[in-house]
């Protein structure tokens, strides 16, 4: 069974910087783009940061540019986001999730499967 799962989330205060972790198990994702998406109870999910098969071509939303990084293991089947300046308004739940092709993207329904998600919550 093919499985994401997320890690790293937790409560920080604005400011402060926070690694999410996604580990794939069931089958290999090395060739498939892996994209992170957020999500309040009360917006439509957010697309966060994507990157390609190879490795190659981050793309980011415009509200996290510049403070998030998106990189990839893939040794350890592994993609991980590196959050910097953390602000209060990024409070949402992560999730990670896989497409099945190597490119890229920032459509949310271009992907599947999904984690079930890390919470992450950002004090002022």
């Known amino acids: 069974q093919v499985q994401l799962e997320e890690s790293g989330g937790g409560l920080v205060q604005a400011g402060a910087s926070l690694k999410l972790s996604c580990a794939a198990s069931?089958?290999?994702?090395?060739?498939?783009?892996m994209g992170w998406f957020r999500q309040t109870p009360t917006k439509e999910r957010e697309f966060v940061a994507s990157i390609t098969g190879g490795g190659n071509g981050p793309n980011y939303g415009e509200s996290v540019k510049g403070r998030f990084t998106i990189f990839r293991d893939k040794d350890k089947n592994t993609v991980y986001l590196q959050m910097i300046r953390l602000k209060p308004a990024g409070t949402a739940v992560y999730y990670c999730?896989?497409?099945?092709?190597?490119?890229?993207?920032?459509?949310?329904?271009?992907?599947?499967?999904w984690g079930r998600g890390t919470q992450v919550t950002i004090s002022s």
């Open positions: 999730a896989a497409r099945l092709v190597p490119s890229g993207s920032s459509s949310s329904g271009d992907y599947n499967p």
């Open positions: 069931g089958r290999t994702f090395s060739n498939s783009a």
